[in-house]
Structures are given as structure tokens and as C-alpha cells.
T-cell receptor
């Protein structure tokens, strides 16, 4: 049981490039979330999903897109990367309303 | 929507002392309040949580109290040890946004021996 896994661990992007952050969970959770954590700050919700085929925006969705074609996978797409998207990105999953389990994070640097 | 305030932002204690971190929340509909510990470069790890039908919960050296009327909850760590040094985040669930967690900005706890 791997829990929540994320790839890549670290990535450097040039301004204007695009990339997809991968997130997979093997706990059969319906709820999945993407957060970003800026230095010295808490985690802010980017997008969330309550089940396959259902996604919605969180607090800071601009510049990102998501999809949820399966229960296990919840990729986050960055289009036209900007320096403001330099952050650590955490994916999480849960059963809804309570405990969330976090992945190890993806550190992204946009130059 | 929900807003969570956390204080203090930094806390330094001597080994063996107690540490208290306080959070307030704004949405009276929130009913789940977890605390996460995050070590440098690592993912947040759940250390304790409390639901709104409970006033206090304890797990060895850590305890959490909840005052629903005042909308605040606190983390108490007793007999602190150097390995307790980390960033601690409180959170509250949001009945909007797919029951996602709304986090406080974190408290950096330093325990010196």
C-alpha cells in the first residue's frame, strides 16, 4: 500500500513552458485535492475532486487545470508557467470531510 | 468561506517545557479540526484531530482542545523534546470546496536542549 505518490519530485521550468504533475493514490479514496505551499505559508487549495469525472476550483485555481478520469489518478496541469507558480505542490486524498493523506510533494521552480 | 488564524507564528521552548499553539476559525459549520506536523522538506503528517462533538482529545504528550462557542482550538504539547521541532499547522474542514481543509499559516516550534 503506497498511499499517495507524486511525480516528479523536483522540476525546473522556463517561463511559458507547460507540465503535468502526477498524483496517484491506492486507498480507493473518492476525494482528492491539490494544494500549493509557498515558503513560510500554509497550504492553499488549488483544485479538488469528489470522484471520477468531477472536479472543481479551490482558492487559487488560476493558471492550473485538472482532470479525474479514474479514482486513482488526479493530474495537475500547468499551462504557460509563471514565476508566481514557483512553489511546493502537495496532492492529498481522503474519504471526505476528515483525515487527508498527503503525498511527498513536488518542488517546482519557474525561471 | 472558512478562514483559519493561527498563533504564534514562531515558538521557542526549552526541552521539557510545554508548548501551546492556538487557532481560531470563522465557519460555525466546520466540524473537523486536524493538526499536522511538517518537518523540513517533508509532507504534512497528521498528529491528532478532533471533531466538533468532543471538547478534548489526548494522545500521549499531545492534546487538543476545542471551544465551539468561541470558535477556537488549541494544540498542547507537554514534556517537549528536540524531535518535536517542526512546523505545526492547524486546519478546519470547509463544507464548501469538497470538504477540503483550510489551513492556518503554521507555527515554527523550536525545542532547545
Amino acid at each position: 500500500n503506497a498511499g499517495v505518490t507524486q511525480t516528479p519530485k523536483f522540476r525546473i521550468l522556463k517561463i511559458g513552458q507547460s507540465m503535468t504533475l502526477q498524483c496517484t493514490q491506492d486507498m480507493n479514496h473518492n476525494y482528492m485535492y491539490w494544494y500549493r505551499q509557498d515558503p513560510g505559508m500554509g497550504l492553499k487549495l488549488i483544485y479538488y475532486s469528489v470522484g471520477a469525472g468531477i472536479t472543481d476550483k479551490g482558492e487559487v485555481p488560476n493558471g492550473y487545470n485538472v482532470s479525474r478520469s479514474t479514482t486513482e489518478d488526479f493530474p495537475l496541469r500547468l499551462e504557460l508557467a509563471a514565476p508566481s507558480q514557483t512553489s511546493v505542490y502537495f496532492c492529498a486524498s481522503g474519504t471526505g470531510g476528515e483525515t487527508q493523506y498527503f503525498g511527498p510533494g513536488t518542488r517546482l521552480l519557474v525561471l | 468561506g472558512e478562514n483559519v488564524e493561527q498563533h504564534p507564528s514562531t515558538l521557542s521552548v526549552q526541552e521539557g517545557d510545554s508548548a501551546v499553539i492556538k487557532c481560531t476559525y470563522s465557519d460555525s459549520a466546520s466540524n473537523y479540526f486536524p493538526w499536522y506536523k511538517q518537518e523540513l522538506g517533508k509532507r504534512p503528517q497528521l498528529i491528532i484531530d478532533i471533531r466538533s462533538n468532543v471538547g478534548e482529545k489526548k494522545d500521549q504528550r499531545i492534546a487538543v482542545t476545542l471551544n465551539k462557542t468561541a470558535k477556537h482550538f488549541s494544540l498542547h504539547i507537554t514534556e517537549t523534546q528536540p524531535e518535536d521541532s517542526a512546523v505545526y499547522f492547524c486546519a478546519a474542514n470547509s463544507n464548501q470546496a469538497g470538504t477540503a481543509l483550510i489551513f492556518g499559516k503554521g507555527t515554527t516550534l523550536s525545542v532547545s536542549s
